[in-house]
């Protein structure tokens, strides 16, 4: 079933293997895209079906630049603005013991606050304009456990979670809903540079690594991002509209 063309989802992080999925899985659904990055978006739009597809800038540690860009999208003329996806992400591997603060600082300017900011500029649109919305956020099942070596980027996926089901409590009465993705170990160039970075600790291979991440599910394989950015377009989609406050894991179950 496909969205109305008056539909348009602004994707944050589109730069990105998810956001760039998503990206491709609301244009099939029929929304209009909004690809936003710090770097160049543009070639997440390449090749997708539809019209109203537009490349922009955002920096998420940055408020005015989050606010400027979705009243921008709000706006517009044409399409109506009713989903969004945020998806930057920053890992950080590496024991507590000698955790770098500059980096743990920078990965929770992204994971965490760049999506306060990103909901404090919705929140404050839909209270002047209540309006059906669906807002979904991408955590990680790394939200769901931790592990030694990842404590920055669970406590950052984990944060997020219980943002997404106090957001959701809060914007409902406007017409707004907000989920959580937590996808497993998706094949993708953040999860390849963490492979290298666990290989490098442990002095073995990032082949090795990988492997170990694909079968740490009952599948035996990495997720494909396009498997979490179907997911993202129907959690922003109407076709979910009785679904807010809740994290949607994208992984097969744990390896037996």
């Known amino acids: 079933m496909s969205a109305p063309r008056s539909s348009r989802v602004v994707v944050i992080g589109a730069a990105g293997a998810l956001g760039a999925a ?6 099939a659904r029929g929304h209009a895209v909004w690809a936003a990055d710090a770097a160049d978006a543009a070639p997440a739009l390449a090749d997708l079906p539809g019209d109203g597809h537009r490349a922009v800038h955002v920096d998420v540690t940055d408020q ?21 996806v945020y998806s930057p992400g920053v890992n950080l591997t590496g024991p507590v013991a000698g955790l770098d603060w500059p980096g743990y600082e920078r990965l929770m300017d992204v994971n965490l606050a760049g999506a306060f900011r990103t909901g404090q500029a919705l929140a404050r649109l839909l209270e002047k304009g209540p309006r059906p919305f669906g807002a979904v956020f991408l955590s990680s099942t790394a939200g769901l456990r931790g592990e030694a070596g990842g404590a920055a ?15 959701a409590a809060e914007i409902a009465e406007h017409g707004g809903r907000a989920n959580a993705v937590c996808p497993g170990n998706v094949d993708s160039p953040m999860l390849r540079r963490l492979a290298a970075q666990v290989a490098d600790r442990e002095n073995t291979t990032t082949e090795e690594i990988l492997a170990r991440f694909a079968d740490a599910s009952a599948f035996r394989r990495l997720i ?33």
């Open 22 to 27: 998503a990206c491709a899985a609301l244009a």
């Open 64 to 84: 005015q630049s989050v606010d400027d860009l979705l009243r921008t999208a709000w706006d517009a003329p044409g399409a109506l603005l009713d989903g969004l």
């Open 153 to 167: 980027y669970s406590a950052s996926k984990f944060a997020l979670i219980g943002f997404v089901q106090s957001f």
């Open 224 to 256: 494909d991002p396009a498997e979490v950015g179907r997911v993202c377009a129907w959690l922003a989609s109407a076709e979910s509209s009785g679904l807010s406050g809740q994290n949607l894991v994208v992984d097969g179950p744990p390896a037996g």
